[in-house]
């Protein structure tokens, strides 16, 4: 099995052509992530096309900027960061989006994909699937963006510390006592 934190030879590759000013390379790289972006996106914002003008946004800056963006071999990593960091200045700027808590990360649907096929290979109990799912709904929004990103983007600490702009130390604290909290809650 792949490891999903290693650099992905591929992305650096379509990566490097896009930068190039590839459009077709830039198109695969659009095909290829926006539906992790989106559910990424839809956990912060329950406005829908919201989310997605905002990733056609950072679409659009990337293609503007190509030239003097850096090198990376973790495409997804940096896109889902970027789009946060979008989703969150631009409610910034939307005088509409009063809501403090719209922009939270949202547990909506969370439990429903992965997690399933993670429990099955632990216990194969549907009462224990339907809990799991009940638990993960009542943690903090910070807990559930933890959970997102390490279960279901599959990123390793380091990556969510940079996505969550928090320490590589205070992932592995948050990580551990959420999966802690679940398993005493189950």
């Known amino acids: 099995m792949p490891n999903?934190?290693?650099?992905?030879t591929d992305d650096s590759e379509l990566w490097n052509a896009f930068r190039a000013g590839d459009d077709i390379a830039f198109g695969e790289i659009a095909r290829q992530y926006y539906r992790s972006l989106f559910s990424?996106?839809?956990?912060?914002?329950?406005?829908?096309e919201f989310v997605k003008d905002c990733i056609q946004d950072l679409f659009l800056e990337l293609w503007a900027k190509r030239e003097t963006i850096g090198d990376t071999g973790f495409v997804k990593f940096y896109l889902l960061k970027s789009l946060r960091r979008k989703i969150h200045r631009e409610s910034l700027r939307q005088p509409w989006m009063t809501d403090e808590d719209d922009m939270d990360f949202e547990a909506e649907n969370l439990g429903e994909i992965s997690i399933e096929q993670q429990i099955i290979e632990i216990e194969?109990?549907?009462?224990?699937?339907?809990?799991?799912?009940?638990?993960i709904t009542l943690l903090t929004k910070r807990q559930q963006e933890i959970i997102y990103l390490r279960f279901f983007e599959n990123l390793d600490n380091e990556s969510i510390a940079q996505v969550m702009s928090i320490s590589k130390q205070s992932v592995a604290n948050l990580l551990y006592r959420t999966i802690q909290e679940l398993k005493d809650k189950l």
Do not use: C, I, W
């Open 40 to 48: 990424y996106g839809v956990k912060f914002s329950k406005d829908r």
């Open 124 to 135: 194969t109990s549907e009462a224990m699937l339907k809990m799991l799912n009940q638990q």
């Open 4 to 8: 999903p934190t290693a650099p992905n």
